[in-house]
């Protein structure tokens, strides 16, 4: 999705602009610009289509300089991807940039088109520069005219704005799409993730929603919806600058997938004690409330959703009501809200549009309090739920989520613990038990690594597929259903997960040759239920792939291979089972030569409906 990048400083502002923009790059984008402004208020913009790297090189070739400067990586919503519709826009005077969606942009098309403004672009954005350039006249200063602009925008933005007249400041605005401040000495910076601003400062600042802010060197003034002066927290944040670079890995997939071991220990670290979940990890009220849960809502999207799936089945096994819903679906019906119901958003970033829709959703439909699985400190989803878990998975980069995944699955486990502790659902033994295996996870996690040889040869047999399908039963359908989309998402092959349960009613018709089909099979009580359903598809000329507990008794033969895995207990299998599938949509995808960080079409951070 769309990413943002401003300065003002002394210096010449373009190398940090272009540096911020490919700190951005993993959220996805199909074009690039920026424009800075010198004191001699002489402006210089630049527009690419494609990568960041392109707009380098044009800067390189046709150096614009100046020490306030705006950039904007494009996500198209509203017209092609164009250098005609790539940010930042102008109106005069003044330039823009701009994530989200104007949702009223046409009638303000038009009224701005009846007071003679002549649009060069099909994107919603434009429609911002003109009216703040139509404001400014009216206005003693550039924040002035923002304001008066912002109230008649409808739907999301985080837009960053300069005057050529002023060149010493960029005005800034929030609704609905991050934004966050960053303060340096004697320069401060604007972004949409704090990742763009790291190698200029660690000292930030998180708008709220409704806030406007004017940057200058030395200032950050921001000012609430209602126009009054306020103060945000100032945040030391500790990710590491170098928390965006490969280090040795070819891509950020694998680096993340080999980091699941650490991040995993991150999410655990100081929550465990010798044999329990530590409850107020999850808020100092935490104890309060999960006495008290009846029953529990969980709502996110993609990966994260397939996360809640498996949840669903560890609540419910305990005896807790659990629902898990689409956030993008919940928002748009009228769910049912059991007693003392919590509910609880899963999500790596914290700013997914229609999970945090919903999560203003559920404050006005009466669930008891609100928690956060997520892995951004301070983003909008931590900020506004009553209580937050930070996963600790450390930046994501590769939009195929992997260990943002597992470290949910960790959280999620701890969850389920503390509240079925809480509500006597759980006895000690199993606690412990549970403790005990969340303890060993990265060894685990070290062990299933080690398939990696083994999993790049079989990768070769998927590479020419164009369909595939994944099965699984009770956890684990949740587990084919991510190992599913991880293949879909980077290798291009259609990929499509089943309850194994449910082949016969449908997908039976697709199997033969050219349709590998995977399994995920634990040593559970669903075993031998699943080996007839391998049977069903061996009959029929079909190809397995089994990932399989290696006491399972499972042999390879003709149309069958079997990649045992050790002796995994049933809590933990969904952490370990998925790791193996990460493996296989990489080495299939590398072997494709698909842009495995950035898939076509798909962004990291979907902050637009
Ligand atoms: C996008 C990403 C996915 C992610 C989903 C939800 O589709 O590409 O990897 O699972 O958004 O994001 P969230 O940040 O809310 O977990």
């Not at 800075?36 to 494609?50: Q, T, Y």
């Not at 340096?184 to 200029?200: F, H, K, R």
């Not at 470290?407 to 606690?431: D, H, K, N, Y």
């Not at 933990?572 to 080495?587: H, N, V, W």
Request: hydrophobic share 40%; aromatic share 6%.
């Amino acid at each position: 999705m769309c990413g943002i990048v401003g300065a003002v400083a002394q210096r010449d502002v373009a190398p940090i602009l272009i540096e911020g923009l490919k700190r951005l790059e993993y959220r996805g984008y199909d074009s690039a610009g920026l424009a800075v402004i010198d004191r001699h208020s002489v402006l210089g913009r630049l527009r690419r289509i494609g990568k960041v790297s392109q707009l380098e090189d044009a800067l390189n070739h046709e150096p614009v300089r100046g020490g306030t400067g705006i950039a904007h990586t494009r996500w198209a919503t509203h017209g092609e991807p164009s250098e005609r519709n790539a940010h930042p826009h102008m109106s005069g005077d003044i330039t823009v940039v701009h994530n989200g969606i104007i949702e009223n942009h046409e009638e303000l098309r038009a009224e701005l088109r009846g007071k003679g403004y002549v649009f060069e672009s099909e994107t919603d954005t434009e429609v911002i520069a003109h009216l703040i350039h139509h404001e400014r006249k009216s206005s003693e200063t550039l924040l002035e005219a923002l304001q008066k602009a912002v109230t008649q925008l409808d739907g999301a933005y985080g837009t960053v704005i300069m005057d050529r007249n002023d060149p010493d400041l960029i005005v800034v605005a929030r609704s609905g799409s991050p934004l966050v401040i960053g303060q340096g000495i004697g320069e401060n910076y604007v972004g949409s993730d704090q990742l763009a601003l790291l190698p200029v400062t660690h000292r930030f600042q998180y708008l709220e929603e409704g806030d406007v802010a004017e940057i200058t060197r030395d200032k950050v003034s921001i000012f609430n919806f209602a126009g009054e002066p306020v103060e945000r927290e100032l945040i030391d944040s500790d990710l590491d600058h170098q928390a965006g670079d490969k280090g040795e890995f070819r891509h950020f997939m694998l680096k993340e997938i080999f980091e699941q071991p650490q991040a995993i220990a991150s999410t655990l670290e100081g929550r465990l004690t010798d044999s329990h979940v530590a409850v107020e990890a999850f808020g100092h009220n935490a104890r309060e409330i999960f006495e008290k849960v009846g029953a529990v809502q969980l709502i996110a999207c993609g990966t994260s959703y397939n996360a809640g799936m498996v949840a669903r089945n560890w609540f419910e096994d305990l005896g807790i009501p659990c629902r898990v819903e689409i956030a993008s679906e919940f928002r748009y019906r009228r769910a049912f809200v059991p007693d003392n119901c919590l509910f609880v958003t899963i999500t790596q970033s914290g700013e997914t549009a229609d999970t945090l829709a919903a999560l203003r959703l559920a404050k006005e439909q009466g669930f008891m309090n609100s928690l956060t699985i997520c892995n951004v400190p301070g983003s909008s989803m931590v900020r506004e739920s009553d209580m937050a878990f930070m996963t600790r998975a450390g930046a994501e980069i590769g939009v195929a989520s992997t260990k943002a995944f597992t470290t949910q699955l960790t959280a999620l486990l701890m969850l389920v613990t503390a509240i079925a502790r809480s509500r006597g659902r759980m006895t000690e033994e199993q606690e412990s038990q549970i403790v005990s295996d969340l303890r060993g996870l990265p060894h685990a996690i070290n062990e299933v690594l080690e398939l990696k040889d083994t999993i790049t040869e079989l990768s070769e047999d998927f590479a020419d597929k164009h369909h595939s399908l994944f099965l699984g039963r009770g956890t684990m359908y949740p587990i084919a259903m991510e190992g599913a989309l991880k293949l879909k998402e980077i290798s291009y092959i259609h990929a499509e997960a089943y309850a194994a349960g449910e082949l016969k009613h449908g997908p039976l018709a697709l199997i033969d040759s050219d349709m590998p089909v995977v399994v995920v099979a634990p040593n559970n009580e669903l075993l031998e239920k699943l080996k007839s359903n391998m049977e069903e598809v061996r009959a029929r000329g079909g190809q397995l792939y089994v990932f399989a507990d290696r006491h399972a008794r499972l042999v390879a033969g003709e149309g069958v291979k079997v990649i045992p895995l050790g002796e995994i207990s049933d809590q933990i299998a969904p952490i370990l089972y998925t790791i193996p599938l990460q493996l296989l949509s990489y080495d299939v995808a590398l072997i494709k030569g698909t842009d495995v960080d950035q898939p076509r079409n798909l962004a990291k951070s979907v902050t637009v409906e």
